[in-house]
């Protein structure tokens, strides 16, 4: 098994579909292509993951000394 040879393979499966919107749509709706680039990673992450593990989008909120904390959206 070549550890390093099937890490370059999904950086560069990534590499190859992230910018299929925006070569469609060029710099037309932002939104669009950044939902579409999360969705890739979100596929490729889902995919050597545990089943009992998923992939969403939330906020993180931690305590601090002065209150709470929410990060703005994590996905």
């Known amino acids: 098994m070549d550890a390093k040879a099937f890490q370059k393979s999904i950086t560069d499966e990534l590499l190859i579909v992230k910018d299929r919107v925006r070569k469609l ?4 709706h932002w939104v ?3 939902r579409h680039k ?3 990673l979100k596929d490729v992450i889902k995919r050597f993951l545990p089943k009992n593990i998923s992939v969403g989008t939330g906020f993180v909120i931690s305590k601090r000394a002065e209150g709470f904390k929410q990060t703005t959206q994590i996905d």
């Not at 749509?25 to 037309?28: E, H, K, L, P, Y």
């Open 38 to 40: 999360e969705s890739v």
């Open 25 to 28: 749509i060029g710099n037309a």
């Open 32 to 34: 669009t292509d950044g």
